[in-house]
């Protein structure tokens, strides 16, 4: 299933999960000049970025919040990096964060899991609950899977994810969460394919936490530009290697040079020895 394959990647290539979280300013200069439109800008240099990492890529994360912003162009050109991805052999992670009633979340499924815009996994937030995530659970049989936020790398994740309730935080009670509703999940794997998002930014209980993902397969953001560093990671991930690293602006951002296409490759390599680190 879905998060077993990822883990094969992460052990045989690395544990980096590509992210391809494309501004029109991280284009470079060569490729603005060749295009004329957004999405043929943006499109020109994914390929270039997914082409120069899939050697060591475990699976490839696309932030459409990116394409969003550039309007209807923005999202032909997030269609086409999806395809392009899945084109290729390689797992794409729609980093969506969709969460919504059930009979909502079931459109939001299928437009995510199938389709124009079909992608391999789809990122989730729990805060509406069981019923907003299980209509994702059809879509598991055709090995997909769903990577649901539990404690995220950004500051204000203490407002909410870090309430103790019932004597623990409710990020734990997340996590938990998905430990037993994958029982209700049927299928031959060893990590259910609901994964969850952990970043290791603002951790605090990080014995209890491990106690609680220890068969949950982890999302990990915040390397790099968000400042989480190898040994933090490191102290998450466990014996049976339970999770990939993202890195967005850290691969693709900020390249001026104009042999931008060897800096992806160097940066690509780069990252993944560092993360391999993670799970040695
Ligand atoms: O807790 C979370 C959940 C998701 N993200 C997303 O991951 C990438 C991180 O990008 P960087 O450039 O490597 O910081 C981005 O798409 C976020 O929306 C996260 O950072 N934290």
């Not at 209890?208 to 990990?220: F, P, Q, V």
């Amino acid at each position: 299933m879905i998060m077993d394959k990822i883990k094969e990647r992460a052990i045989s290539r690395s544990p980096f999960c590509v992210g391809i979280d494309l501004r029109m300013d991280h284009v470079p200069a060569e490729l603005q000049n060749s295009f004329t439109k957004t999405s043929d800008k943006l499109v020109a240099y994914a390929k270039e970025a997914i082409d120069a990492s899939k050697e060591y890529a475990a699976c490839y994360k696309v932030q459409i919040a990116c394409y969003e912003a550039e309007g209807l162009d923005g999202m032909v050109a997030y269609q086409q990096i999806v395809s392009y991805i899945r084109s290729i052999g390689e797992i794409v992670i729609a980093d969506v964060k969709r969460g919504d009633i059930g009979s909502t979340a079931g459109l939001y499924a299928k437009g995510h899991l199938s389709g124009d815009f079909e992608a391999d996994v789809v990122t989730l937030s729990p805060y509406m609950g069981k019923d907003a995530i299980s209509p994702y659970f059809d879509f598991f049989a055709k090995d997909k899977g769903a990577f649901v936020l539990a404690k995220t790398s950004n500051e204000g994740s203490k407002d909410f994810q870090d309430l103790i309730i019932d004597g623990q935080p409710l990020y734990m009670s997340v996590l938990q969460k998905l430990k037993e509703w994958s029982k209700e999940i049927p299928g031959d794997y060893k990590f259910s394919p609901l994964g969850a998002v952990v970043g290791v930014n603002e951790l605090k209980d990080i014995k209890a936490l491990k106690e609680n993902s220890k068969d949950t397969y982890l999302l990990i953001p915040g390397y790099g530009a968000q400042g989480a560093n190898i040994e933090d990671i490191r102290a998450l991930i466990q014996e049976n290697k339970n999770g990939v690293i993202n890195v967005s602006r850290g691969y693709t951002a900020g390249i001026k040079e104009s042999d931008f296409r060897k800096v992806l490759s160097q940066r690509a390599q780069q990252l993944a020895k560092e993360l391999s680190e993670c799970i040695k």
